[in-house]
């Protein structure tokens, strides 16, 4: 007869409804579990089928990080291009939206990429990888390239 330690390692028992093959629905709490009407060789059991996603495939991952580190250097770029411009207004309404065009500016590389991976969910991924490069040709930092990282 073998030990209880050593049953307890084995799953050689079918008829176990904690077994993941097992043809026995578990009992519910406080009732004895019967023994089983059909023999477990004769049961047949038939899979479910449930449906699978494709993971992302590495490709597209390494391709996500190096464009995910783009955007962050654009908004560093957007970041560093802006600072030194100054909005000379009369009008306090004009330096509020020029202000906030600054930081909407500086914030538009981060939220074209969040916004493609929302928008862009149910598509296949070339549409989403194209989606992000056209990103990166929109938001360009310009006052960046043209005038430089003055100090």
Known sequence: MVGDDEKALSWDEVSDPTH??????????????????VEPAAAVVEPVET??????GS??????????GVVLLYTVGWLLGIRDVVFVSRDTLSAVASTIAQVLA????AIWFGGSFVLTRASKPIVRLLVLLLGLVATIPLPFILLGASS
């Open 20 to 37: 993941v093959d097992s043809v026995v629905e578990p009992a519910p709490k406080g009732v004895e579990p019967a023994s089983p009407a």
């Open 51 to 56: 449906p699978v996603k494709p993971a992302t």
């Open 59 to 68: 490709f597209l991952l390494v391709s996500y990080g190096i464009l995910g």
């Open 106 to 109: 500086i914030a538009a590389p």
